[in-house]
């Protein structure tokens, strides 16, 4: 934290300050993997949810009629996985519109699959994956009593405190 501090030296003292919490954040955030049983369990549920996904993915191909040897149709899966998930990251358009279904087609443009059946199963397979989440998110939503005005106060005080408790860029640690 103290390079990163002084590496941050020249930048505003709310850019500084910003990056610096968010850092801080982060590395707490790590102590939690210190137990070698933990992040034996991190490790077991991350791989679970990508088989889950990556089955997903095989059975929606299934589903548009795409037939492929066991082999190739697990390996078709899992690179479409691979792919959407990495290219997901380029910043886009609210819930990745657009930019999942151009990943999808060049995925599985690989296994020679056309454009327009690769087109629907990736519309297919991400209203599911958006409906899913979102169903699942209002469920809790509802079953914790949450509002969306309680998070935007809570959102406008943390801003206020962020504004008050903001270092000088000589404060920085």
């Not at 790590?30 to 996904?53: F, K, M, P």
């Not at 209002?138 to 969306?148: G, H, K, P, Q």
């Not at 309680?150 to 405190?161: D, N, P, S, T, V």
């Amino acid at each position: 934290m103290g390079l990163l501090g002084t590496l941050l030296s020249p930048f505003p003292k709310q850019v500084a300050g910003a990056i610096l919490r968010a850092s801080k954040t982060f590395i707490s955030g790590l102590h939690s993997l210190r137990s070698g049983s933990t992040l034996g369990i991190v490790a077991l549920v991350s791989a679970t949810v990508w088989v889950l996904e990556a089955t997903s993915y095989l059975l929606i191909c299934r589903a548009f009629g795409i037939w492929m040897s066991p082999l190739s149709q697990g390996l078709a899966a899992t690179f479409l996985l691979v792919v959407v998930n990495l290219g997901i990251m380029v910043p886009s358009a609210p819930g990745y519109v657009g930019t999942f279904q151009f990943f999808a087609v060049m995925a599985l443009g690989a296994f020679g699959i056309p454009k327009e059946t690769a087109l629907a199963v990736a519309i297919a397979s991400h209203l599911m994956q958006f409906v899913l989440v979102t169903a699942i998110g209002l469920f809790f939503f509802v079953r914790e009593n949450l509002a969306f005005w309680r998070f935007q106060r809570e959102a406008e005080e943390a801003a206020e405190e962020d504004e008050d408790e903001v270092p000088a860029t000589s404060e920085i640690p």
